[in-house]
């Protein structure tokens, strides 16, 4: 499915491929064979929506994998990759380059989101370790530099902006992928494959987390030393596709409550399928991002939310109806 919706979406577009050219063009690079195609539907396909729809997937992926790992190390249903504070350190990150040109000549739009993730996800591990270090504690930690570093973007947004550099901030903070390069392809699949590598390596420790800390660690688990690992791994991986794509809500809330209503709560089989989902999610989100609404482009987070949040409420009012 996935395969197949990625060569579809890669031909959807403004200037329609066909699928047969898309297939040559790839193989063409990849050393299979000749493409009959133009050297316009080449660029197009190559150099523009391939990447995009690549780095879609792996941003969808990954979002929904650090989702489902969360949900399962804090044992809150609604835990996802932002909760950390790891999306607004991004943001501020990015807009303080963007806008007041810190770092100007050394730190790009990506790499300037990136250090604010990371500092911001720094701090929230100080907070919740001088707060006790327990699950709880780390969400209300998350939530307090979600606030923080949501407010000092709006400062600075308010303070510095003028309006054309606000729309673009704006653009980006609700996610976008219309800037895709095959660099970001390759650095989001490094640090997306090693950390789901880590986290599958992990998927049976996670299984003995769902009866409590307590509980794991009379199965022989190192509750802290795994949680630390855990929330390192879900945190790189969360700021390397959001200093990639910008903040894209609602795929690491609830693709991972689809994926156990699926194939249920053990991790060697949720955590694949929760991958694939999102990746396969997210390609198609970013297609209707892109041509749904003729020549103009909305956020793809916008696009996120309006096709999570019902499906969300459908998943509710179904898991209702069974424990009644």
Known sequence: MLIVSISVTVSIG???????DVYGIIGQHLGFGTSTAGRLA???VWQLRLPRALLAALCGAGLALCGAMLQSLLRNPLADPFVLGVSSGASTGAVAVAVLGVGAGT???????????VLSFALMLALAYVAGGTPDRVILAG???TQLFSALTSLIVLWSANAEQTRGVLFWLLGSL????WSDVAIATTVFGVGALVCL????TLDAFAFGPEAAAALGVAVGR???VLLLVTAVVTAALVSAA??????????PHVARFLVGPRHTRLLPVTVLMGAVFMVWADTLARSAFGAREVPVGVVTALLGVPAFAILLARRRKQLA
Do not use: E, H, K, Q
């Open 143 to 145: 939530v307090a530099c």
């Open 246 to 255: 910008g903040a894209i809500g609602f795929v690491g809330l609830v693709l």
């Open 107 to 117: 730190l790009t739009l990506s790499s300037g989101a990136f250090l604010g993730a």
């Open 226 to 228: 795994t949680r630390i």
């Open 178 to 181: 219309s800037g895709a390069t």
């Open 201 to 204: 390596w992990y998927a049976t």
């Open 42 to 44: 080449d660029g197009i």
């Open 14 to 20: 403004p200037a329609n491929v066909s699928l047969r």
